[in-house]
């Protein structure tokens, strides 16, 4: 009894156990494109709060804490942001000017499916400067934001980017460009131009990368409980003994690489905008996927074909992770590079997963405590799922968010409890079966 339960606790750790240790899920992303005209240069911002951090931004906003936005106030908070920026050109201070803002609804924000988009402009100083200077600094909500920015190729031909500098978390970016005219441009001296592939803007997007699987609870939720069965033999209608070592990697494996080539078509596609689904019933279909995989991790209902099942999901899960990539206003061809990059890093966060789980799921499958671990980890995903099914297909307000979130946080600490569990479970059924043999 004692090792069941102690199985039925390591379970629910399990399926929890998102490593929140590689990034705070209460961060705020702010990503600003500019744009480079011959008067002035216009601004794009997308500013994306994590679920954690949305209460927050969500109390700033809404200042008659009412539970909605009026226009007013969406105008204050666009206001504000503006507010928390410093813009110089050519060291002469410069006022960004709003010109549109659009900010969803509080429940969009809490549930992570929402952004805020502002518009803004600064109109250059008066000067014949060739070699000009921007900088901007962004000090919103800095305790709690990372930062992002760019500038699109220029499509006045007297435009040229020079260089673009940012501080480690491109909350100070400095950009050089010049303004040239007919006789300088036709003389053949064109500046070399630093674009999206630039060496920091790929560890940036390596890191979101990172991040977006750190946060996405539900993701990982899908290939954890997939990869629960994959350590057995199914005998029938149920799990039965355990597989060797050399099956289960293999089929661990192939469930990992299914997921990845399936979530990695669509991410292509979608971020360079051949695809193009709603959120809505991507959330939905993704809630839907960890359903199905965990009533196969209770009963098997496609046994051996967990990675068909993995690459039909990752389908899925790929036109989720494409909006991220689309939310930051690159260029089509910038993407190429942005793709590879934000993939690597959805890749890399993966395999760190898996690695920290995979030791206790082969240890722990040897076990007869395994049965009530899987069970157990299986159930909890089942509630989880039927609740974001709720909230995304119904509009139903819960809190499973803020349940997975919160265990979430201590990721690291759940995975060490769980290789404890998996040991503990291994003496005591080695010590039980050394007992069996005396008698």
């Not at 260089?163 to 300088?184: F, I, M």
């Not at 803020?402 to 404890?420: E, K, P, Y």
């Amino acid at each position: 009894m004692k090792t069941k339960l102690a199985a039925c606790t390591a379970a629910v750790l399990l399926v929890c156990s998102i490593p929140a240790w590689a990034h705070r899920i209460d961060e705020y992303l702010q990503a600003t494109i500019l744009s480079l005209e011959p008067n002035q240069v216009q601004a794009s911002m997308r500013l994306i709060p994590g679920v954690m951090v949305a209460p927050s931004v969500i109390a700033t906003i809404d200042d008659n804490h009412d539970g909605s936005f009026s226009e007013n106030e969406k105008r204050a908070y666009a206001d504000q942001v503006l507010a928390d920026l410093s813009l110089s050109i050519d060291g002469q201070a410069v006022k960004p000017q709003l010109d549109s803002w659009d900010i969803p609804d509080a429940s969009h924000l809490r549930d992570g499916l929402g952004e805020i988009h502002l518009e803004y402009h600064v109109d250059l100083p008066p000067g014949t400067a060739v070699n000009r200077t921007l900088v901007l600094a962004n000090r919103h909500l800095s305790g709690s934001s990372v930062y992002l920015v760019n500038v699109e190729v220029p499509q006045d031909r007297t435009l040229h980017v020079v260089d673009q500098k940012r501080n480690p978390r491109q909350s100070v970016y400095e950009l050089d460009y010049q303004q040239v005219g007919t006789a300088t441009e036709s003389s053949g001296r064109w500046p070399r131009t630093r674009a999206w592939w630039d060496g920091l803007q790929l560890s940036s997007l390596f890191h979101l990368g990172m991040r977006h699987i750190a946060e996405g609870t539900d993701h990982l939720l899908f290939l954890l409980v997939l990869l629960l069965p994959a350590p057995l033999l199914a005998v029938g209608p149920r799990w039965a003994a355990p597989a060797t070592v050399r099956q289960s990697l293999l089929h661990i494996l192939g469930i990992v690489t299914a997921f990845t080539i399936g979530h990695s078509l669509t991410l292509t596609l979608a971020a360079m905008n051949f695809v193009h689904v709603p959120s809505r019933p991507v959330e939905v279909l993704i809630a839907v996927s960890i359903l199905v995989s965990a009533v196969h991790a209770l009963r098997p209902i496609f046994p051996g074909k967990e990675a068909w099942i993995a690459a039909f999901f990752g389908l899925i899960h790929g036109l989720a992770f494409a909006s991220t990539l689309n939310r930051l206003g690159m260029s089509r061809w910038d993407r190429v590079a942005g793709i590879l990059s934000f993939n690597l890093g959805i890749e890399t966060m993966q395999l760190l997963v898996v690695a920290l789980v995979l030791p206790s799921l082969l240890v722990m499958s040897r076990t007869s405590a395994y049965a009530a671990f899987r069970i157990a980890g299986a159930v909890f995903a089942c509630i989880a799922s039927a609740m974001w099914i709720a909230e995304r297909l119904f509009r139903v307000q819960t809190h499973v968010d803020t349940v997975v979130n919160l265990i979430a946080q201590r990721g690291l600490m759940c995975s060490g409890i769980l290789f404890a569990a998996s040991g503990i479970a291994l003496l005591l059924f080695a010590r039980r079966s050394e007992e069996g043999v005396k008698s």
